[in-house]
Structure formats: structure tokens, C-alpha cells
């Protein structure tokens, strides 16, 4: 099973601050016929369902803000929230899509400072 | 749009079967594949398995041989099947499709709170 590790398990940031997220893969996610990383990025707020932010670990969800962004490439990926909005606050999952069983990081928790 | 609904008995007794309904609407369920995750309260997610219409499924190997998932594609509808559950298998359930070539998880249902209890 390909394991993903998220860091830190929680933030808090302040409000227009960046705040940062990573997400480690035990193997590559990248599949190498088509160059393209088989990773997508989760928002949970409470007593909803995730909901998808980006995937192919870059793409942006029609309708998400642009101030959410994807990077990375193989097994190391971050998710970047610029200028944080009191919205944002949510439990954020990496996820595999490359093999299964299909996996979840653990969650990163933002707050607000 | 798309759009899933989970349904089915929010209590099970332990060593019982949990059995949920997921109902699509907005297109149709012969494409594409369905799949259940959960996730315990307060806790992280865990894909539970997917099916294909055609009837090809995978399943966590976690949960070994304990659960089913078929389909039924006359009601626009798949199901799971967990048997010989345990405390340990109290979650929200969530249904969710992920699109063949597009595999991440988009839409899901809103879940729904099985609770393992006598």
C-alpha cells in the first residue's frame, strides 16, 4: 500500500498569512507514460464531506480560489493556501489515485491564529 | 448535476451486517466507478473499495474478506455489505464516484453515521 504522510498535523495561521502543507508519498504517484502525478488535495469542513481542491497534484477544481495551489512531483507535494480566509479553516487530505487500495494522508487541521 | 445519497440503518448490533444503500442521480451509474470510504468520528479517511458496473470490484485488503460492494443498475444504485462488525467499524460512510481516467473523488454523498452498538 503507498503510505501518505502529511506535516504538520495542524497549523495556525493568520488571517492573509500562507499556510503550507506536505504530504509524503512511500512510492512515486507519478506515472511515467503520461507525466502525471496521481494526487489530489481534500478540504473538509465541518460535518461536510471533502470536498476535491486540486488534482493531478497541480490542477485547480473549477470553482476553487486561485489562492489554493498544488505542487511537486513524485513523492514529495504541498498545498499552498495564500492569504488565508477565514473560510479555509478545515481539515485538509492528500490522496493517492495512483494504486490500490487508494489512500489518505491523515489530515492537516488550519486555524485560525 | 451529479449527485449521491447513502441510505440505510444507522445502528447495527456487533457481530451483525452493516448494510448501506448509495443512490446516484444525474447520470448514469454504467460508467465510471463507485466507491465507499469512511471515517471514524474525529478521525481520517479510509477507502473502503469500488465497483464497476459490470460488476468488477476491488476492496481494501484491510478489511479482508468482510465486505461486498455490488451494484444495481436498473435503480442507479450500488451497495455495500460489512459483515462481522465491531466498535471498531462505527464511522460516517460516504459514497463517491471516481471517474475512469479522472480517479480522484468527485461528488460525494453527504454520509451517513453507522454506529456499531447492542
Known amino acids: 500500500d503507498i503510505v501518505l504522510t502529511q506535516s504538520p498535523d495542524s497549523l495556525a495561521v493568520s488571517l492573509g498569512e500562507r499556510a503550507t502543507i506536505n504530504c509524503k508519498s512511500s512510492q512515486t504517484v507519478l506515472y511515467s507514460s503520461n507525466n502525471k502525478n496521481y494526487l489530489a488535495w481534500y478540504q473538509q469542513k465541518p460535518g461536510q464531506p471533502p470536498k476535491v481542491l486540486i488534482y493531478?497534484?497541480?490542477t485547480r477544481e473549477s470553482g476553487v480560489p486561485d489562492r489554493f495551489s498544488g505542487s511537486g512531483s513524485g513523492t514529495d507535494f504541498t498545498l499552498t493556501i495564500t492569504g488565508l480566509q477565514a473560510e479555509d479553516v478545515a481539515v485538509y487530505y492528500c490522496q493517492q489515485y495512483y494504486s490500490t487500495p487508494r489512500t489518505f494522508g491523515q489530515g492537516t487541521k488550519v486555524e485560525i491564529k | 448535476q451529479v449527485q449521491l445519497q447513502e441510505s440505510g440503518p444507522g445502528l447495527v448490533k456487533p457481530s451483525e451486517t452493516l448494510s448501506l444503500n448509495c443512490t446516484v442521480s444525474?447520470?448514469?451509474?454504467?460508467?465510471?466507478?463507485w466507491s465507499w470510504i469512511r471515517q471514524p468520528p474525529g478521525k481520517g479517511l479510509e477507502w473502503i473499495g469500488y465497483?464497476?458496473?459490470?460488476?468488477?470490484?476491488k476492496h481494501n485488503p484491510s478489511l479482508k474478506s468482510r465486505v461486498t460492494i455490488s451494484v444495481d443498475t436498473s435503480k442507479n444504485q450500488f451497495s455495500l455489505r460489512l459483515t462481522s462488525v465491531t466498535a471498531a467499524d462505527t464511522a460516517i460512510y460516504y459514497c463517491?464516484?471516481?471517474?475512469?481516467?479522472?480517479?480522484?473523488?468527485?461528488?460525494w454523498g453527504q454520509g451517513t453515521l453507522v454506529t456499531v452498538s447492542s
Open positions: 463517491a464516484r471516481e471517474r475512469i481516467g479522472y480517479n480522484w473523488f468527485d461528488p
Open positions: 444525474g447520470t448514469s451509474i454504467s460508467r465510471d466507478y
Open positions: 493531478w497534484a497541480s
Open positions: 465497483i464497476y458496473y459490470r460488476g468488477t470490484s
